[in-house]
């Protein structure tokens, strides 16, 4: 069973920073695209981010220059740094390990508000 295991979500103020990490299995995360998701109430899961095994990233246009995607080769992890958070950030957000086959963590909450 691969798992995906989320961490760092939680409230901030417009302006803040947050950090999540997924961290997955070294077969998984050797040979996978990682990507981090995110949904708001009535809005469809959308692409925030993602990393290809060699590096390479993406980014939706409302988050560049403001977020970043690593990867932590030593720990399988893979990061979102995410600075000047907007309110509009405010998702549930979700890892994914795309490859041969889909995987999906369970979701942390991320809210801005003041």
């Known amino acids: 069973q691969v798992q995906l295991v989320e961490s760092g979500g939680g409230l901030v103020q417009p302006g803040g920073s947050l950090r999540l990490s997924c961290a997955t299995s070294?077969?998984?995360?050797?040979?996978?695209?990682m990507g981090w998701y995110r949904q708001a109430p009535g809005l469809q899961r959308e692409l925030v981010a993602s990393i290809g095994s060699g590096g390479m990233t993406n980014y939706v246009d409302s988050v560049k220059g403001r977020f970043t995607i690593s990867r932590d080769n030593a720990k399988s992890t893979v990061h979102l740094q995410m600075n000047s958070l907007k309110p509009e950030d405010t998702a549930v957000y979700y890892c994914?390990?795309?490859?041969?086959?889909?995987?999906w963590g369970q979701g942390t909450q991320v809210t801005v508000s003041s």
């Open positions: 994914r390990a795309q490859g041969a086959q889909d995987y």
């Open positions: 070294r077969s998984i995360f050797n040979f996978y695209v």
